[in-house]
């Protein structure tokens, strides 16, 4: 992913898929809904590209969605198989309930023949905003989740599953502790520029990234007054966006694009943003990684990969489904290592060259920094049946 915003399971850039900020927004109505409130309403969703679940139920995989964004909507007019969809206030710390949920994805395998979940939980996101990624309750998180990832291998055995399911834990954005005043002076838009005389749309207020909609005419006038405004602020005219964070293109992005150093969140008219841990800030950046875990029977054991990007994330789950992938910017080559069929040098030679040739002309992900445990945020569980032989 370029930067540090949110999930896809689409193994692209964000400027190829399009899902390019937490908040979905319209710059003609001015609407702006959190992802979570736009959940069944396929036309903040679907635009022509297509997640796992609809691509593997396309070539007969059975899937399903708990709770994970995104899997609620229908896509080029196709529903996920099965789908439950979070409500806007669900708790996301309650540990009963996250063991309830893995239950219940362990029967849709073992009674339904499901082939493919995705499991979604909201922490230690929700944890890591409110009061801070360096903090005891957010420690007291992590021990949960932990606790819980136990439970999963637990139940997994319970079930008869253990030979039979592949289970990848990751997430998607790291988190860091939000700078503030008298410490830092934080970034405060409005103190460089007019918002009603120059600016028609604002995405800000929402952690270290944000975007402007120059008043039209108002471009030039806007960019000169923010580029050099505060010395932890980064300005960019869309055009202009560093490459490497694969981002700008998409045409949802807005003409101005900002991001904070570490730490500095991008407020707007006021600093009304109450988070003292937040993310959205450069994916270089260590504190901005997430993690990777992966085992069952298609994966190697005790095997340690070198840092990848997750859009390689997808080609690894098509291979294990056994399912042809839609166009991506991932690489199998970049994962396949992980995988016990490695071993087997021809079969390896094989995917190889099947992956550099879906990837010719799109280019491979860039392979970056290092991975920390402790700052990562909502956990995803995708548990993939290995496919029947
Ligand atoms: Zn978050």
Redesign the pocket.
């Known amino acids: 992913m370029g930067l540090t915003l949110g999930l896809s399971d689409k193994g692209r850039w964000i400027e190829d898929h399009g899902v390019i900020h937490?908040m979905m927004f319209d710059t003609e109505t001015k609407w702006k809904y959190s992802f979570k409130t736009t959940q069944n309403k396929t036309e903040w969703w679907d635009n022509g590209v297509l997640p796992l679940w609809i691509t593997a139920q396309r070539q007969g995989r059975k899937t399903a969605s708990f709770h994970y964004p995104g899997g609620g909507a229908k896509y080029d007019g196709e529903a996920v198989q099965r789908a439950l969809v979070e409500s806007y206030n669900h708790p996301d710390d309650n540990e009963t309930e996250w063991r309830e949920n893995i239950d219940i994805v362990m029967n849709w395998f073992t009674q339904e023949d499901f082939d493919f979940v995705t499991l979604y939980y909201g922490e230690p996101?929700n944890v890591g905003?409110r009061v801070g990624p360096e903090t005891e309750e957010r420690r007291v998180m992590i021990r949960q989740i932990d606790r819980t990832v136990g439970y999963l291998v637990e139940a997994i055995e319970r079930h008869g599953l253990a030979e039979h399911l592949n289970v990848i834990i990751t997430s998607d954005?790291g988190m860091t502790t939000v700078k503030k005043r008298p410490n830092v002076t934080e970034i405060l838009l409005t103190n460089y520029i007019k918002f009603r005389d120059l600016v028609k749309f604002d995405i800000v207020d929402y952690g270290g990234f944000g975007m402007l909609l120059p008043i039209p005419g108002q471009e030039e006038a806007a960019y000169q007054a923010l580029k050099d405004a505060h010395p932890h602020l980064h300005v960019f005219k869309k055009e202009d966006f560093p490459e490497r964070f694969h981002f700008a293109k998409h045409k949802r992005v807005l003409p101005i694009v900002m991001f904070g150093d570490s730490g500095y969140n991008l407020n707007g008219q006021l600093i009304i943003y109450f988070n003292k841990g937040d993310?959205g800030f450069d994916n270089d950046l260590l504190e901005m990684k997430t993690i990777f875990r992966a085992f069952g029977p298609d994966f190697k054991k005790n095997h340690l990969a070198e840092p990848f990007d997750s859009i390689h994330i997808y080609p690894l789950m098509c291979r294990i489904l056994g399912i042809t992938p839609e166009p991506h910017n991932g690489s199998l080559a970049v994962t396949w290592d992980m995988l016990l069929e490695a071993s087997d040098q021809q079969a390896g030679e094989k995917a190889q060259r099947a992956a550099i040739l879906r990837n010719t002309g799109i280019g491979l992900g860039v392979v970056i920094g290092l991975i920390a445990i402790v700052f990562v945020?909502?956990v995803a569980h995708t548990a993939v049946r290995r496919k029947k032989e």
Request: charged share 15%.
């Open positions: 937490n996101d905003h954005h993310h945020s909502s």
